[in-house]
């Protein structure tokens, strides 16, 4: 009696196509699952740097708000006219003193003022980076010298405005310099001498009401002179702020800020 055959038509093996499509299927979910993955912290490595970013952009934003609330012009300069303050501001950059400093070393020689610049420019790598130029010592070359470095990178755009409060409007740029320092203050000190004889004049019983009236016309020679002397020589009263930060994929992020100056005439007693 022969042997029967295998009944090869009820193998529970699988055909070599279906081995294929089980192996494609395989390598499209690995694809699959790799690309949710590499999606995954690309997006994470996106947010992490736009976070960064962020909080490099508020620590900015603070800095600069309390050093330029704190800028100032000064009329004192001594002879030889070593010492020579500026506030130069444009579109992009400013560059201002400041009494904002706060020295950390003992033994420094350092005061409690500064120069400072502020710009928009490119760090090493290229990219769009906001620069902070420092002078530590007030000298007789505003504007000029100091140390560098960045601040802030990604920045796509840096706009300052000031605003001017005689004119009830806002400026693209505010420029200040005092070479006559030393003249001006010594027409400050007579004006100073001359408002206290119009008080003195006020203030005597004897005159009457002439001596009020007096005193009334000498107010207004000594406004006037005074109006004269420190014509254009005064800082914004506000400085406006904006940022406009740009992450990998070019998309923009803006903060505006303002901030108040403290005192806007020229310190001169």
């Known amino acids: 009696m022969k042997p029967s055959r295998p009944d090869l038509g009820s193998s529970t093996g699988m055909t070599l196509l279906e081995v294929m499509v089980a192996v494609a299927l395989l390598a499209l979910m690995g694809v699959l699952v790799y690309s949710s993955l590499v999606i995954t912290i690309q997006s994470q490595q996106r947010a992490e740097l736009l976070q960064e970013r962020y909080h490099g952009a508020r620590v900015f934003l603070h800095r600069i708000k309390r050093e330029l609330s704190m800028s100032y012009l000064s009329l004192h300069q001594a002879e030889d006219q070593r010492t020579q303050t500026l506030f130069d501001g444009s579109n992009d950059q400013v560059i201002f003193n400041t009494s904002a400093y706060e020295p950390i070393r003992r033994d420094a020689h350092e005061s409690d003022q500064l120069e400072l610049e502020y710009r928009l420019d490119r760090d090493e790598e290229g990219e769009p980076a906001i620069i902070r130029r420092v002078k530590y010592h007030v000298d007789d070359r505003p504007g000029k010298g100091g140390e560098e470095e960045v601040v802030l990178s990604g920045v796509a755009e840096f706009e300052l405005s000031y605003y001017d409060k005689g004119k009830e409007d806002w400026r693209d ?16 000190k007579e004006i100073e001498k001359a408002r206290e004889a119009a008080e003195s004049v006020r203030n005597d019983d004897a005159s009457g009401i002439a001596g ?5 016309g000498m107010d207004k020679m000594i406004d006037k002179a005074e109006g004269e002397v420190l014509e254009d020589i005064f800082l914004p009263n506000r400085v406006r ?6 992450d990998d994929e070019d998309q923009e992020y803006l903060l505006e800020t303002q901030t108040e100056i403290r005192v806007t005439d020229p310190l001169w007693y």
Do not use: H, P, Y
Request: aromatic share 4%; glycine share 0%.
């Open 241 to 246: 702020i904006r940022l406009v930060l740009v």
């Open 173 to 188: 740029d505010w420029e200040v310099t005092i070479e006559d320092a030393q003249e001006k203050r010594a027409i400050m």
């Open 212 to 216: 009020i009236a007096a005193a009334e």
